[in-house]
């Protein structure tokens, strides 16, 4: 059916909670286009021939053929399209920064605004969790298992391409419920835990199996998983350990990473009254860090009744690794960015606990390695925050435990696994590793990116 091209070079607004009460709650901020919403925002794709947003997808998900579907309002259709190559949709459509590339090669981007590409892949998962009511159909086992090490986005993602191949996978998680980052990191606010839910379900009709409370290097060995029969294993582990500044003042009370504060909030569901979860219930925050983590660190401290937060990041706000709707947010509802400023003690009182943040102010001088402008110092530009709580947020790595029980496992002087790139193939034969855990902290989209293609590689590894 032809349809009718909406040229509005805008593109159709999200709605969303008010900043001044949405900033003293955790209900999801973006409200989700209407139907009506989603079949006009559709109607602005031109539906390329040449598929540019296709081509910048790490997914691959065919995107002008699910849009086109929403124009002409078939909606199963469109998620049937988005299926074959995301098994997270409705997660992505939230978290994945579309803006930085399926949506930053949208044709209509160069005279206007590109489509709400995002808007529409969680409209449409969205629809499809309201309306649906078949389970996918559970394919016939071939005869292989498979294991997988992490139940994040990358291990998730693996074990559905999988499954969906016939074979029989297990998931081990460390923790005691699967999501990974999705539930630990990412605040309700952004992310509901119900739609995680809904998706690990989708993937348990599938006949994937999740094991939780499984620590890989601890439990078991990976050699241990080949001996129970498994004859490929996917590290999807992530990079969960903290990295702090080793800066005078970090062992003191209130101090925390952005890892530990967010895990409290977010898994242990320390922002419900009847919470049994110990958080500090803080006044004034600082948040060390620019990117994503340190927008959620910083939106999370305000809705646990913070009177004051404050972002503190050595470069300036055109050099912020946040998600510019993240940014947007977070200003909106308050937090305070001191940018150009970094810190250099944590002060303390007589009890041991937090009481102020010395910092210095930063310049911009040559781009660096990253391209970036490297921040210097100012002279004599000390000045100091008065807070009583800390929270770093400047990055992650890998977890040693599994390179350091898994002998033959080559890893980099970041600790991360490293592979062949392309298929995720390590060091040791039939052992496969993607996401974090091999490009340290990146996006929850990369990571799926890197579990789709090892689940290709592990698959032609077996079926030779």
């Known amino acids: 059916m032809a349809v009718q091209r909406n040229m509005n070079p805008k593109r159709c607004p999200m709605p969303v909670q008010d900043p001044a009460v949405r900033r003293r709650n955790f209900d999801e901020v973006a409200l989700g286009y209407t139907y009506d919403m989603a079949v006009e925002e559709a109607k602005r794709c031109l539906n390329c021939p040449t598929k540019p947003c296709t081509t910048a997808c790490p997914v691959s998900i065919n995107i002008p053929a699910f849009i086109e579907k929403v124009a002409n309002e078939d909606m199963e259709g469109a998620y049937q399209i988005i299926a074959q190559s995301s098994s997270l949709p409705a997660v992505c459509g939230r978290v994945c920064p579309q803006e930085k590339q399926c949506e930053s090669q949208c044709v209509r981007g160069k005279k206007g605004e ?15 969790r309201e309306h649906c009511t078949e389970q996918p159909v559970r394919p016939t086992l071939n005869g292989h298992k498979v294991a997988i090490i992490g139940a994040g986005p990358s291990g998730l993602t693996a074990a559905g391409d999988l499954a969906k191949l016939g074979y029989d996978v297990t998931i081990y998680e460390a923790l005691h419920v699967a999501g990974g980052v999705l539930v630990y990191g990412i605040p309700e606010f952004r992310l509901p835990k119900i739609i995680v839910q809904k998706e690990i379900d989708n993937l348990k009709a599938l006949g994937v ?3 939780t409370n499984m620590v890989i290097g601890k439990i078991l060995t990976i050699d241990e998983l080949f001996e129970m029969g498994n004859e490929a ?9 903290p990295r702090f500044m080793n800066i005078p003042g970090e062992s003191l009370k209130g101090v925390y990473s952005a890892n530990e504060y967010l895990t409290r909030i977010n898994l242990m569901k320390a922002y419900k009254k009847d919470s049994k979860t110990p958080i500090k219930h803080s006044k004034k925050v ?32 055109e050099e912020l690794p946040a998600r ?27 009890q041991g606990e937090v009481c102020g943040l010395k910092c210095v102010e930063m310049e911009l001088g040559e781009p660096d390695v990253s391209g970036r402008r490297s921040p210097i110092v100012k002279e004599n530009s000390e000045f100091v925050l008065d807070i009583d709580t800390m929270i770093m947020a400047i990055g992650t790595s890998p977890n040693p435990l599994i390179r350091s029980t898994t002998p033959g496992l080559t890893v980099n002087k970041r600790g991360c696994i490293v592979t062949d790139g392309e298929n995720g193939l390590t060091s040791r034969e039939g052992v496969y590793a993607g996401g974090d855990a091999v490009t340290g902290a990146a996006t929850v989209i990369l990571a799926m990116g890197a579990g789709k293609a090892a689940a290709k590689a592990i698959d032609e590894y077996l079926q030779k």
């Open 286 to 317: 600082a948040v060390v860090g620019g990117g994503n983590v340190a927008m959620d660190a910083a939106r999370s401290a305000m809705r646990m009744g913070a009177e004051e937060v404050s972002i503190v990041y050595r470069r300036g706000m």
């Open 209 to 211: 199996k999740i094991e």
């Open 324 to 350: 510019k709707e993240e940014v947007e947010h977070a200003q909106e509802e308050g937090i305070i960015f001191r940018t150009l400023s970094n810190p250099v003690e944590v002060l303390g009182n007589e």
């Open 114 to 128: 590109s489509v709400g590409i995002g808007r529409l892949e969680r409209f449409v998962a969205d629809y499809h």
């Open 233 to 241: 294993v996917y590290i999807g582990s992530g990079a969960g350990l």
